[in-house]
């Protein structure tokens, strides 16, 4: 909790066709699916929200609150959420925004030039924009600038030993720019011929400074003062500019975004991925996250996606680390969504959408390490763009279906594993570090001893066993390293008297691991 800056919601538009989100993911696809009204018993797909219902917008803002107070308690005390929208719900959600992170943290609506018009045969307005809802956690919170496109330096066109630079007026202009607006800065300042100038309107009259004479004083002594030679009332005069250098300068971000390619852009990027085949509708260009990671983020920041789609989050944090040499973290999160029968997509072996995230994310990784500098020993080497792919699902425990005391000593024999069958070595350790309260991204080293696998988290914080048929090899290899934990299976023993024996080795050899048995 509390460890997220950035969070990117790319939700169900709830424009009819939209399905809606249960919160139980511990069912089979077709469950799933069949509870949350996408296919119904025969199997025919659903609209799980249609228009026609009397609860259209509060079905879709219950799927909504949840995951927006979850959001508010993910975030750090300076992070953002930004949720992308058109205007079936901008107006609602705002409602709901506001009465989760309140009406002071609102920071803005963002309105983003998608470049594709829809709404053929519609009477309305022709859709050609969508929106960008965005909340801050708090006041700690302060968006970034932009770096300067070219076009936007191109301003800066004077140059001296100390870069680039823009000169703007020192004389005030607009309103408040008379002598008597502000008399302490009406004032003479020697021109370069030695004459003495003052601020003077179009019309003559007397004008003031922006700034009083210790500030102007210290801007001669920085080099931040330019004179100019400017022609007025029939004649050349000298007049005093302020230099603005355009080095360590940033662009303040908008509320009215034009500058990104639109979707259009998007499924081109995605197509270019996958072979020139459209595996997904409707992704994000990742120009746009790359933009909002920039202003709301830093570069050692986590950005959680909560509707990870195609995967756009993922890639354009992957691209912006290769750019800057940050080391941004994501999560992206997709429900267990089928994809379309006869699609491309099915038709390439991608049957959820969820295995198109993964896919993209493995394929813009080898694509961004590609391209790295021949020049540059870290890129030519490759950054590491490797990822944790985690599901929801039930307990790896076998459910206990025999009371304590409804058992007697020779049904003892008959009871089942701890363990469900179909379960693997990393299902249960990610069950462990969830009971122990340790990071799900802590550093993973596999290996084998004596033909078991033994799992190393970040050097000996927990090292686990849980294969069946233990060996003395493998506990005293295991105690040898001292970790601060170690775990086995339960039915990994094949007696109590091994199991005891193994709680004596840990005694004799690293007597402060605590050790565990599942």
Not at 84 to 96: G, K
Not at 315 to 335: C, H, K, P, W, Y
Not at 436 to 447: A, H, N, R, S
Request: charge should be negative; glycine fraction near 8%.
């Amino acid at each position: 909790m509390g460890k997220i800056k950035l969070i990117y919601i790319d939700p169900p538009y709830n424009t009819g066709n939209d399905f809606i989100y249960k919160d139980d993911f511990a069912v089979t696809s077709a469950d799933y699916l069949e509870r949350s009204n996408q296919r119904a018993e025969d199997g025919a797909r659903l609209n799980a929200n249609p228009e026609s219902s009397g609860r259209f917008h509060s079905d879709w803002l219950s799927m909504m609150y949840p995951r927006l107070k979850l959001a508010r308690n993910l975030l750090s005390n300076d992070g953002f959420v930004f949720i992308s929208i058109d205007d079936h719900e901008l107006h609602t959600l705002r409602a709901v925004c506001t009465e989760i992170f309140g009406a002071d943290n609102f920071v803005g609506i963002i309105t983003r030039a998608t470049g594709t018009p829809t709404g053929g045969g519609f009477e309305g307005l022709t859709n050609m924009v969508d929106y960008i809802l965005v909340f801050r956690r708090s006041s700690a919170a302060v968006l970034n600038g932009l770096e300067f496109a070219e076009a936007d330096a191109a301003i800066y066109n004077e140059v001296d030993n100390q870069g680039r630079f823009l000169t703007r007026s020192l004389r005030q202009t607009g309103g408040e720019d008379r002598r008597e607006d502000r008399p302490t800065m009406y004032y003479g300042v020697e021109a370069p011929d030695g004459t003495i100038v003052y601020p003077l309107g179009p019309t003559g009259y007397k004008s003031r400074w922006i700034c009083g004479r210790d500030r102007f004083d210290e801007m001669v002594r920085e080099g931040l003062v330019a004179w100019k030679q400017v022609q007025r009332d029939g004649g050349t005069h000298w007049h005093p500019f302020q230099k603005f250098y355009l080095a360590g300068r940033e662009k303040r971000p908008s509320n009215l975004w034009t500058d990104i390619e639109g979707n259009k852009k998007a499924t081109r990027e995605l197509r270019d991925l996958f072979d020139d085949e459209k595996v997904f509708d409707s992704p994000k260009p990742t120009a746009l996250l790359d933009q909002i990671i920039q202003i709301a983020s830093d570069n050692n920041s986590i950005i959680l996606d909560f509707f990870a789609g195609s995967g756009t989050t993922a890639e354009a944090t992957m691209r912006l680390n290769r750019g800057d040499g940050g080391t941004r973290s994501f999560i992206v999160v997709q429900a267990a969504e089928d994809i379309a029968e006869g699609s491309a997509a099915s038709r390439h072996g991608y049957f959820h959408i969820s295995q198109i995230t993964r896919e993209r994310i493995r394929r813009a990784a080898a694509s961004i390490n590609s391209k790295a500098s021949p020049d540059d020993v870290d890129l030519r080497t490759g950054q590491d763009f490797g990822f944790r792919s985690l599901h929801v699902d039930t307990t790896n425990m076998t459910d206990v279906v025999r009371e304590p005391d409804a058992t007697d000593q020779l049904a003892l024999a008959e009871l089942e594993p701890s363990v469900k069958d179909d379960r693997t070595g990393e299902d249960l350790l990610f069950q462990v570090l969830l009971d122990w309260g340790l990071e799900l991204t802590m550093p993973i080293v596999k290996e084998t001893v004596d033909g078991r696998e033994i799992f190393d988290v970040e050097e000996g914080t927990l090292i686990a066993c849980l294969d069946k048929l233990l060996t003395q090899e493998v506990v005293h290899s295991i105690a040898a390293r001292k970790p601060i934990r170690a775990v086995f299976r339960d039915d990994g023993f094949d007696s109590d008297s091994q199991r005891i024996n193994v709680e004596q080795i840990f005694r004799e050899v690293s007597p402060s691991t605590e050790v565990k048995a599942i």
